[in-house]
């Protein structure tokens, strides 16, 4: 009777080892698979092309500078609009401006609708603090301009992508690190702006709207009409 029970305790133990041993073996396709599904869903070449811009984008937007000066960070809020052929900040907080980024101009207004600040660019979009953010969304040259000019990083998990690029040739005066970063197959909801001064600036987004509703909004920020040069 022992030798059987013994022999029906083994056959037990034998069938729940092959039991184990059959489902970590199934798993063990299931999970790399799963994994390189995922991240063969963005390569930079994607991600470039879903960047740029086909149809207004509205979006809110939180901005938070850390500078060295300031014993405290500043923040500021609005709204961003990302047009095919301009960027602009509406800022509500903590007082109203409206700064405009064109291939051509950059200009600033104030509450009191005033110009500011208004800049001729020698080159499309070449806004120095703004540079690869910009380029990201109006560059034209794809992978091959944008590595001629930075180091991209792309990194990517199951939940989000992250974008990091390092200029080939540092300047002073613009940022000396990017990392853009969003939901998978999303547009960005990050941005991190570093300076070479310790300084750094941090953006985050979120999407209001899309197509003709951003631009009926966009238009009303932009009235009246003749602060603005024709474009």
Not at 22 to 50: I, K, N, Q
Not at 73 to 85: H, V, Y
Not at 105 to 126: D, G, M, S, W
Not at 173 to 184: E, I, K, N, R, V
Request: charged share 20%.
């Amino acid at each position: 009777m022992r030798k059987i029970a013994s022999r029906t305790s083994c056959r037990a133990a034998n069938s729940r080892f092959f039991r184990l041993a059959g489902y970590l073996w199934w798993l063990s396709f299931l999970v790399p698979v799963s994994s390189v599904v995922h991240a063969a869903d963005e390569t930079l070449d994607t991600l470039l092309t879903r960047l740029q811009i086909h149809k207004t984008q509205q979006l809110a937007y939180r901005e938070t500078r850390h500078m060295q000066l300031l014993s405290e960070p500043w923040q500021a809020s609005g709204e961003l609009f990302i047009a095919s052929n301009r960027l602009v900040i509406a800022q509500r907080e903590p007082q109203r401006s409206v700064i405009e980024i064109t291939a051509t101009h950059l200009q600033h207004i104030n509450a009191q609708n005033e110009i500011v600040t208004r800049l001729v660019l020698k080159q499309p979009f070449a806004v120095p603090v703004l540079k690869p953010f910009l380029m990201l969304l109006y560059g034209s040259g794809g992978v091959g301009q944008l590595q001629r000019i930075y180091r991209p990083e792309l990194l990517q998990d199951r939940t989000r992508w992250t974008l990091h690029l390092l200029p080939v040739a540092p300047a002073d005066d613009q940022p000396s690190a990017m990392t853009l970063s969003g939901a998978a197959g999303r547009q960005p909801d990050s941005l991190v702006l570093e300076f070479a001064d310790g300084d750094y600036t941090e953006w985050q987004f979120t999407p209001l709207a899309s197509g003709s509703e951003a631009d009926a909004a966009l238009a009303a920020v932009r009235a009246p009409a003749d602060t603005w040069p024709d474009e």
